[in-house]
């Protein structure tokens, strides 16, 4: 495909400047039958040739083979496919010569689809939110108890004509009473609904991210590949500290040095061009956090590409450039741990392991949350690992990063369930806590937190400690060496739990810091 984009539009800048074929190929060195192939698709074209034809031109050579050109004929394609549209007999390859001379127009077309599919998919939310969400469920019960109070007091004044004037004030009041409280549960519906369905683009850049890394499945195909190339490159499968050091050095120049005591966060720095980069760490940084800033580091260098084209697909997703920075440095991160922890082998580790986190970071010579973030990222069509989510806070419950499932979205706002595992892991600093949660709806999760303190900063500075929580349906709770020893039948004990105060209809729970959503008239 990136063939046919580069022939057209060479061609059609030459024609666009008056420049002959037999021109042009003599500027760049190569035939005038050449070029012809070039141009009509038949030949592919090296970097070289098509750099001495951009600057022959006097255009960018990202005029001639862009990233988002090649991602929006891949969205042409999705559209050719859909099938609404089999009837047309839509031809894929012939959507090269829409995007080579109206990308505006190609672009439009996906717009418009992905209009579609949205609407599609909010339509499916809202019913399986009226089929499934106990929230509902318990509005609907509510809404029928207030009518059936309302006939019971309508009959009763209808059919008894000898009531006295005190008894007819007391049905007459009952009447009135349910009915407001009818209106309020009715209007407490409505809102709810109505809120979550006509919500527009997420409001900060982290929320932006999560649509982006949900919607993907946190997994990307593409940045697996750049990681393993990349560790060819270097030539070591899960190159060490030293490795990768040397790469660094090596290929790009960059020399990595320990940070004052004082310094923060690992950085690059150079104040002249000609002067060498250098990376600094953190002196107090684990051999874990170096490792890993190593890694972040070379893939920078060598999987630039790979990222670019990954968020030029999230253009729709990411609306602001704050959020594309956020999306950038995450995918930076995903190709990091790839290269450290590359798919096979550590898909085949974890399920000899058992997922035991601890063994694995021993393995790999990762850290605990690492590992646990790795996990999550197991979903390779056709080779999954078990769905993972993650979830991340601070000990104020900050949740500071978040992998929901499609099952237990997790809270963006606000704090998640204080009886969740990953606040009662602050209560046992050092240890693993494992918690069988059970939802209002009845789905019932296994649970795996322990508290992570981030690279040290010496004495008298408090400690930077945060909780990590891995967590997957309880049905894969036997393939983990965390649930050994656990009752995982359907009827054995588990912590009752919620999503959130604000969203649980558990009302009896002494843990509850909000009001429900749905608390007039409902009780």
Not at 11 to 23: I, L, N, P
Not at 74 to 95: C, N, Q, T, Y
Not at 208 to 214: A, G, N, P, R
Not at 286 to 293: E, I, K, T, V
């Amino acid at each position: 495909m990136a063939r046919t984009l580069v022939g057209q539009r060479i061609r059609d800048q030459r024609r666009a400047q008056g420049v002959t074929q037999a021109a042009l190929a003599q500027r760049v060195g190569i035939s005038p039958s050449y070029l012809n192939l070039i141009e009509s698709d038949r030949r592919n074209i090296a970097g070289a040739l098509l750099h001495r034809i951009a600057q022959a031109l006097q255009r960018p050579l990202e005029e001639f083979d862009g990233a988002a050109e090649r991602r929006l004929l891949d969205d042409l394609a999705e559209i050719a496919a859909e099938p609404l549209l089999s009837a047309l007999h839509l031809d894929a390859a012939s959507a090269a010569d829409l995007v080579a001379r109206h990308p505006g127009w190609g672009r439009a077309l996906v717009a418009l689809h992905r209009a579609g599919i949205s609407q599609r998919q909010t339509v499916a939310a809202l019913s399986d939110r009226l089929s499934q969400d106990p929230f509902v469920a318990e509005a609907v019960h509510a809404l029928l108890t207030r009518l059936t109070a309302i006939r019971s007091a309508s009959e009763i004044l209808e059919g008894e004509e000898t009531l006295d004037g005190a008894h007819q004030r007391r049905f007459v009041s009952i009447i009135a009473q349910d009915s407001r409280r009818l209106s309020d549960v009715a209007q407490a519906l409505a809102s709810f609904l109505g809120r979550d369905l006509a919500s527009g683009p997420p409001s900060t850049p982290a929320a932006e991210v999560d649509d982006y890394l949900f919607d993907r499945g946190n997994h990307f195909p593409q940045l697996e590949d750049a990681a393993r190339s990349l560790a060819g490159e270097i030539g070591a499968a899960m190159p060490a500290t030293a490795a990768l050091a040397q790469w660094l050095r090596e290929r790009h120049g960059l020399q990595v040095r320990d940070a004052d005591w004082e310094a923060g966060p690992a950085r690059s720095s150079g104040s002249e061009p000609s002067s060498p980069l250098v990376l600094e760490l953190p002196a107090l940084a684990s051999p874990a956090s170096r490792r890993f800033a190593l890694a972040r580091a070379a893939c920078e260098r060598a999987c630039g590409d790979a990222v670019e084209a990954e968020l030029a697909r999230a253009q729709g997703v990411l609306a602001s450039e704050a959020a594309r920075r956020r999306a950038r440095r995450a995918l930076f991160g995903y190709a990091a741990a790839a290269l450290l922890m590359p798919y096979e082998v550590f898909q085949a580790a974890a399920a000899a392991a058992r997922h035991d986190i601890e063994l694995l970071a021993r393995r790999f010579g990762t850290s605990f949350e690492q590992v646990c973030h790795r996990l999550a990222t197991l979903h390779r069509p056709g080779a999954e690992g078990i769905p993972f989510g993650f979830l991340r806070t601070d000990p104020s419950g900050f949740v500071t990063k978040r992998l929901s499932l499609p099952r237990l979205p997790l809270p963006r706002w606000g704090n998640a369930c204080p009886l969740w595992a990953v606040h009662a892991a602050f209560r046992s600093p050092g240890s693993i806590v494992r918690q069988l949660a059970e939802f209002p709806g009845g789905d019932r999760y296994l649970m795996v937190a322990r508290v992570v303190e981030k690279d040290g900063t010496g004495f008298g500075a408090p400690p930077r400690l945060l909780s990590v929580m891995l967590f997957c349906d309880a049905l894969h709770a036997d393939r983990l060496v965390y649930g050994d020893g656990m009752d995982l039948t359907p009827r054995a004990p588990a912590t009752p739990v919620g999503q959130a105060c604000r969203v649980c209809v558990r009302r009896d729970c002494s843990w509850r810091q909000e009001e429900p959503l749905f608390d007039a008239g409902m009780s």
